[in-house]
């Protein structure tokens, strides 16, 4: 697209920022305000598929109608004249995402609280309002250089909340999102999800928790050589315990991660905003009682009274 135009409407393309299956992204200048924006546009393959189309809008409806410092803002939606391609006008997070930052390892206990109590809060204010995520993963959080998080791509979001008789929120019962149909992707996914069954907001707390044991440990929750024995694993098998590559991570945080990656779904949080509230609290106190940075563990320290009697172990039987 880049090489055969160089606006967007009335946005004036700048550079390309990723692509995947839901669209092309795009980092753009707004004339108007003078600002960076980030544009998703679908794919001009993919504009005449019905199901693909009714998906996209409902991410710019599903997200447009949240108001949180910690989810992406969406200014608005439009349609491209040249290809008919819808497309998102979103704020541009100058940042990287988390895929991004774990691949130099886990993240320090603090930097792990901060941000699980960042996605909590944002993910709580979507559960408030009948949204519920269906595809969060490390690469769908956002980080700006200031430690703002951001979820961002509602593009598998589903409106859940029963519509009232004094309530105008529209019951969204998308063909690619019925009962029966998996969407998510593997190793993120609840295990209601990866069976098909109804979703609730208890699915994006399971998502959730997979992103913190990654977070925490640098090891995936679940893990195999392929699609089916990940999903096997979700289904019938416990990751192993944070502490045992962590063992600095604060128990109740470990506590809170087991609760959320709960096979039932009952016996996981009944209110996110109670579990952004307890990480909250959790980071909070964890940052009182410690003034290092990087709380990673590390190897043991070896004393320098063990240095000494070793060295002076080495120059005796050099000596023999």
């Given at each position: 697209?880049?090489?055969?135009?160089?606006?967007?409407?009335?946005?004036?393309?700048?550079?390309?920022?990723?692509?995947?299956?839901?669209?092309?992204?795009?980092?753009?200048?707004?004339?108007?305000?003078?600002?960076?924006?980030?544009?998703?546009?679908?794919?001009?393959?993919?504009?005449?598929?019905?199901?693909?189309?009714?998906?996209?809008?409902?991410?710019?409806?599903?997200?447009?109608?949240?108001?949180?410092?910690?989810?992406?803002?969406?200014?608005?939606?439009?349609?491209?004249?040249?290809?008919?391609?819808?497309?998102?006008?979103?704020?541009?997070?100058?940042?990287?995402?988390?895929?991004?930052?774990?691949?130099?390892?886990?993240?320090?206990?603090?930097?792990?609280?901060?941000?699980?109590?960042?996605?909590?809060?944002?993910?709580?204010?979507?559960?408030?309002?009948?949204?519920?995520?269906?595809?969060?993963?490390?690469?769908?959080?956002?980080?700006?250089?200031?430690?703002?998080?951001?979820?961002?791509?509602?593009?598998?979001?589903?409106?859940?909340?029963?519509?009232?008789?004094?309530?105008?929120?529209?019951?969204?019962?998308?063909?690619?999102?019925?009962?029966?149909?998996?969407?998510?992707?593997?190793?993120?996914?609840?295990?209601?999800?990866?069976?098909?069954?109804?979703?609730?907001?208890?699915?994006?707390?399971?998502?959730?928790?997979?992103?913190?044991?990654?977070?925490?440990?640098?090891?995936?929750a679940f893990e195999a050589e392929n699609?089916?024995?990940?999903?096997?694993?979700?289904?019938?098998?416990?990751?192993?315990?944070?502490?045992?590559?962590?063992?600095?991570?604060?128990?109740?945080?470990?506590?809170?991660?087991?609760?959320?990656?709960?096979?039932?779904?009952?016996?996981?949080?009944?209110?996110?905003?109670?579990?952004?509230?307890?990480?909250?609290?959790?980071?909070?106190?964890?940052?009182?009682?410690?003034?290092?940075?990087?709380?990673?563990?590390?190897?043991?320290?070896?004393?320098?009274?063990?240095?000494?009697?070793?060295?002076?172990?080495?120059?005796?039987?050099?000596?023999?």
């Amino acid at each position: 697209m880049t090489g055969m135009r160089e606006k967007l409407g009335q946005y004036q393309i700048l550079a390309p920022l990723g692509a995947g299956g839901m669209g092309e992204v795009f980092v753009a200048r707004d004339p108007s305000l003078g600002r960076k924006v980030a544009i998703k546009l679908l794919p001009v393959r993919l504009s005449g598929d019905k199901e693909t189309l009714a998906r996209f809008t409902r991410e710019a409806r599903s997200a447009s109608a949240l108001n949180h410092p910690n989810i992406v803002t969406i200014y608005e939606v439009g349609m491209d004249q040249g290809s008919g391609s819808p497309y998102i006008v979103m704020e541009y997070i100058d940042g990287r995402d988390l895929r991004s930052l774990l691949s130099n390892g886990p993240l320090p206990n603090r930097k792990t609280l901060d941000v699980a109590a960042q996605i909590a809060d944002g993910l709580a204010a979507a559960h408030e309002q009948g949204i519920v995520h269906r595809d969060l993963k490390p690469e769908n959080v956002m980080v700006t250089k200031d430690g703002y998080v951001k979820v961002l791509d509602f593009g598998l979001a589903k409106i859940i909340r029963p519509a009232g008789e004094d309530d105008e929120t529209a019951q969204l019962d998308m063909p690619g999102t019925n009962p029966g149909t998996i969407l998510g992707t593997i190793g993120y996914m609840s295990p209601e999800q990866a069976t098909g069954k109804p979703l609730d907001f208890r699915s994006d707390q399971f998502a959730f928790g997979a992103i913190l044991y990654e977070l925490s440990t640098g090891k995936p929750a679940f893990e195999a050589e392929n699609a089916i024995d990940t999903l096997s694993a979700i289904l019938h098998e416990e990751p192993p315990p944070i502490t045992r590559f962590n063992g600095q991570a604060p128990q109740p945080f470990c506590w809170i991660v087991e609760r959320l990656l709960s096979k039932d779904v009952n016996k996981r949080y009944s209110s996110t905003r109670d579990l952004a509230r307890d990480l909250r609290n959790i980071r909070d106190r964890f940052a009182t009682m410690t003034t290092s940075v990087d709380d990673i563990p590390r190897p043991p320290k070896v004393s320098r009274r063990t240095i000494t009697i070793g060295a002076s172990v080495l120059a005796a039987l050099l000596l023999l």
